[in-house]
């Protein structure tokens, strides 16, 4: 399958976070996806590739050229790496490849491509599992105002089903797997 994960694009300090997003990375490749993702090297995100190649996964990365050009943070030796002309496109190309999505520790960047999936999946253009990894319980704080959104009728409920939410990178890589 492929994997198409999003995470920091820097690295927190928590040991945890990395670990995790590590852990990610090592079960991609032992377990023969590919990993689709933003095509940075920094932060997280070099961490799950690195990971991932390590373990034998194929690494698939999405780099807009003003970011590899600019900021020179692209993994370049992704075994693809795809340079696009925006951001937009970026992102419609790691929609269309990815069977799953995987959401771990993350800033605006990382929530912004949460949403962006979750939305096209709620309004029915697609029906790939989203699985959110709350590692030391890091989306809590969302996870609680989400639900005072549904509590505020602004949520729906198969909204809200949209996403799975798992504790450890085993239980996360395996709901991806089921392609529900
Ligand atoms: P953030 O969570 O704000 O650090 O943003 C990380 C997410 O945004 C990743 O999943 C990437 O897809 C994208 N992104 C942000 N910064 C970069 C970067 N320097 N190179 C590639 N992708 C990035």
């Given at each position: 399958m492929r994997l198409c994960v999003y995470c920091a694009s820097s690295t927190p300090p928590s040991p945890s976070y990395v670990h995790a997003t590590q852990h990610v990375g090592t079960l991609i490749g032992q377990r023969g996806h590919t990993l689709v993702y933003?095509?940075?090297?920094?932060?997280l995100m070099g961490v799950v590739a690195r990971a991932a190649h390590e373990a034998g996964g194929t690494v698939f990365g999405v780099i807009p050229a003003a970011l590899r050009d600019i900021?020179?943070?692209?993994?370049?030796?992704?075994d693809d790496l795809v340079v696009t002309q925006t951001m937009q496109e970026r992102k419609a190309l790691m929609y269309n490849l990815a069977d799953a999505f995987l959401v771990l520790p993350g800033g605006f960047g990382t929530l912004e491509e949460f949403m962006e999936v979750l939305t096209l999946r709620n309004l029915g253009y697609h029906q790939k599992p989203i699985v959110v990894l709350n590692t030391d319980g890091v989306y809590d704080p969302l996870l609680a105002f989400f639900e005072g959104l549904q509590e505020q009728g602004m949520v729906r409920p198969h909204a809200r089903a949209g996403f799975h939410v798992a504790a450890t990178p085993e239980a996360a890589v395996a709901h991806a797997e089921t392609r529900a």
């Open positions: 933003g095509g940075g090297d920094v932060g900021e020179g943070v692209a993994y370049e030796v992704a």
